[in-house]
């Protein structure tokens, strides 16, 4: 089985006993995982590499000064964590089966339910338990010793739709966005680092979005250009989530109805049109979130905030900058 059947893979039971790979992925559907896709841990492709380089030397990062953090192990994934020998990348659908009603402020599908991180994270250490168990990988007895075993999801530097591209997962398109074929691109992305290797990798998938420029003409601050870095200052989810000063002019004018972050150059790539909505219980909207009017969040108070989002991912803007973007926004 390769990483692109993983959506609907065919798996013999026969085969788990023999075949490594195989087997992970066996796993990693049984614990949830929409997909999932093994490359052996190497240096970043030296182009890669260049390309993420440039981009930080002209400012592209804006205010995410974490993303030059720790860059050498960013492009070298064994100087990140030594004896890895293969990385397993995984993907788990996000698409929302319920959105804010049309006509209200809009929240970006990623943060209607619960923060992704605990749900990966939890998700990931049961996977790595199975693998640990099933080949038995010894535990690190000594307290403070890091496992033999690492999951990460957002949690380290390591370039995660590089990985997810090289495991075979999907490619990235030109919205930046790791695209899965008949599929679509809302999934989260996850990373196990196993310290062997398996007995067979996957390839890359190479790029399929042709022609296709939709998700460019549908940026409305015009982050996305063909040829050109991605510009993160200019991004609507950049300005509206990682920005904590003032909104630019740009993103004012553009915002719409949207106060927490841009799904818009997703919605309008055409593969995902074949996305499904995900049955995740942790994922699903809270009712009282999805009743909220616009006069409502122009009257939030610190305590709606905190009890309409506990435990999700919406917390990073915090209560100061969700209500600066509200405020943005004409009653």
Known sequence: MTSSDTL???????DLETAQSVTIKF????????????AKAAPVDEEIAQKYRRWLENGEEASM??????????????????????IVSLAFNYTPAQQMPKGEYQIAAYALGQDYHDLMKRKMRELAMKISERWQIPQNENKGEEPLIRCFC????????????????????????????HAGSMFFLGEIFLPFEVDVYDEPMSNRCGKCHRCIDACPTRAIIPDEDFHAERCLSYQLIENRGELS?????????????????QTACPWNRFSTPNTEPSLQPKPELLSMSKEMWHNL??????????GSAVKRVKFDGLKRNIKAKKR
């Open 27 to 38: 796993l990693a559907r049984d614990v949830g995982f929409s997909a999932c896709g093994i």
């Open 154 to 181: 957002d949690t380290a530097p390591v370039l995660e739709r590089y990985w997810a591209q090289k495991a075979g997962l999907g490619w990235v398109g030109r919205n930046h966005q790791l695209i899965i074929p």
């Open 65 to 86: 000064a974490y993303m030059s953090n720790y860059l050498e192990k960013r492009l070298d994934p064994r100087l990140l964590i030594p004896g890895v020998r293969s």
């Open 8 to 14: 609907n893979p065919s798996i013999h039971e026969e």
């Open 301 to 310: 108070t610190v305590e709606d905030y905190q009890r309409l989002f506990k």
């Open 249 to 265: 002019d740009e993103a004012k004018s553009s915002m719409g109805d949207t106060i927490y972050g841009c799904d818009r150059c």
